[in-house]
């Protein structure tokens, strides 16, 4: 009996700088493709909200296309599409450029989930709120910005923080765009050292402490924001 | 939810769809209309100009060539590839799904339990599997076992991609099936339960006869929205090299052929249409749940999807 598969905590020592690293690169991905995702999608839900039938109509053909469609799909089309048919390049450096097209393609899959959520959140403002705040003689900006949004931005928070809890464990996927992140590193101690359980609890810990954490800050944020209605 | 009220004007009766009010906006007078027209005008030249690129853009790199396409209308490339394909993500989905059913009830009832060397191990196994990716646990369901057993000096032949792919599916999604029992559960109103203690009945009458008819009615849209993100996550079978839609479509179409663009195309097209088909379901089943009067639980909607993660419960 060689116990080394179930207690053997080595591989990770040995290699714990690039672990380290591997951590760092799912870090980068998801902290760019966040802010990404959110510029797009809350660009998207003003178009999905918006008086012009036209913009409406755009903003839910993307959402119908990007929300059913297999993010891996969307990754290799960002790598095999974007890259090699069509030689988009974004930057001379492979793995610079790996790293952009994982982002391109984490931003564009979960912009049409944050758009979602955004426009969940101004439909649950009543519409007396919004009548109140006309017949006060508020503007439009003006019951936009003191009315209407604060209340809606403080409902998705709890919605965007599962968006983003879902975002960070979906940037394994990347690994099939090319890029260098948390999972590509364990399948390659995998391969190595053949997939012992230290391994896979240290790679699990290593998620849990990037997704338990958001969890708890948006559930404390949404909480503290609540709107008492 | 709805938050257009009906206008009684003149202008609302010619163009009902135009100038209903929403939240942000009042009923259009006519200047908002004219401004409304103008800022139409503006987004369709936007967006003609962005198809306009992305077209470009593939006619410069000849994408629409005829001989690119061409394979998609020839019966082998679909009866030989392409259904093929789409069998195996069906087969891993299906599979997956019922397994996934039954972790997600035993995890979640586990959950709910009054004992707590029961119900703090169920959550525990709960929690872990939500937290962690699935491409992970697929990665270890695949080389784990062979490892394991490999300290005990027994040999175990490698696990098969689609045993590894139905694995990870089933301990993710069943995980999460497993949170929305229990809130389906929890749903219920106090009286409901405090009733059926009433009438004499025990903990697991209770349990089976009041309190799970009325949450299935409640819960099931956010059961079958749960079932497209599985049917979604299939396509995680690429990486590890299972024959689904997406590695018969990319692999072999593309491979054979050398049409990635297309072939991703004609893959994506056929992943919507199933998953626009099974999200409809979805929204019947909360439409009807919503009018039933069967149950007095509040329905669990389709459209919050996942139930919240740790730390953000209670809200």
């Keep these: 009996m060689n116990l080394h598969a179930l207690l053997d905590f080595g591989p990770l020592q040995q290699n714990f700088g690039t672990v380290l690293k591997a951590f760092w690169g799912t870090i980068r991905l998801a902290l760019l493709s966040g802010i990404g995702s959110l510029i797009l999608g809350t660009v998207l839900a003003a178009m999905r909200v918006s008086p012009t039938p036209v913009l409406r109509g755009a903003g839910a053909l993307y959402i119908y296309v990007f929300r059913n469609t297999p993010l891996t799909l969307v990754l290799l089309f960002c790598s095999l599409g974007l890259s090699d048919t069509l030689h988009l390049q974004i930057s001379h450096d492979p793995s610079t450029n790996g790293f952009w097209l994982a982002t391109i393609g984490m931003t564009i899959y979960t912009a049409s989930f944050v758009c979602e959520s955004l426009r969940a959140g101004i439909n649950t403002v009543p519409l007396g709120q919004a009548e109140a705040a006309r017949s006060i003689g508020l503007t439009f900006t003006q019951s936009l910005r003191l009315v209407v949004l604060p209340q809606a931005f403080r409902t998705v928070i709890a919605p965007l923080g599962s968006v983003f809890i879902a975002m960070i464990k979906n940037t394994t996927v990347a690994l099939a765009a090319g890029y260098f992140e948390a999972s590509a590193e364990m399948k390659q101690m995998f391969d190595t050292y053949g997939g012992t359980i230290p391994i896979f609890l240290g790679f699990a810990i290593g998620f849990m402490v990037l997704t338990l954490p958001t969890g708890f800050f948006f559930g404390w944020l949404s909480k503290r924001l609540a709107v008492a209605r | ?315």
């Design chain 2, 1 to 315: 939810m709805t938050l257009s009220v009906d206008t009684p004007s003149d202008a609302s009766a010619r163009r009902p769809t135009k100038n209903k009010p929403s939240v942000l906006f009042d009923a259009p007078g006519p200047r908002a209309r004219l401004r409304n027209n103008i800022v139409t005008l503006v987004a369709v030249v936007v967006l003609l100009f962005i198809a306009y690129l992305i077209i470009a853009r593939l006619d410069q790199q000849h994408q629409f060539d005829g001989k690119l396409w061409k394979p998609f209308t020839e019966k082998i490339v679909w009866t030989k590839q392409i259904l093929p394909g789409l069998g195996g993500t069906l087969k891993a989905a299906g599979v997956a799904a019922v397994f996934a059913l039954i972790f997600g009830v035993i995890f979640g009832l586990g959950r709910l339990s009054e004992h707590k060397w029961i119900s703090v191990p169920a959550g525990a196994v709960v929690e872990f599997f939500r937290a962690i990716p699935l491409l992970i646990m697929i990665f270890f369901a695949m080389a784990g076992p062979p490892a394991i057993m490999d300290a005990f000096d027994r040999v175990l032949p490698p696990v098969s991609a689609f045993l590894a792919l139905v694995i990870g599916l089933t301990l993710y999604n069943g995980s999460v099936l497993a949170e929305i029992f229990r809130s389906g559960i929890n749903s219920i109103p106090k009286g409901q339960s405090e009733a059926g203690y009433s009438i004499g009945m025990r903990k697991g009458g209770v349990m089976l006869r009041i309190l799970v008819p009325q949450a299935v009615t409640a819960m099931m849209p956010a059961v079958v929205s749960q079932l497209v993100v599985l049917l979604k996550d299939t396509a995680l079978g690429y990486i590890v090299a299972y024959n689904d839609l997406l590695n018969n479509g990319l692999r072999l179409v593309s491979g054979n052929f050398g049409n990635t663009i297309p072939s991703i195309i004609v893959v994506a097209v056929i992943y919507i249409i199933i998953n626009i088909a099974l999200g409809l379901l979805a929204t019947w089943l909360e439409k009807r749940s919503r009018r039933s009067r069967k149950s007095s639980a509040r329905t669990l909607t389709t459209a919050a999807g996942a139930p919240p993660a740790v730390g953000m419960d209670s809200i």
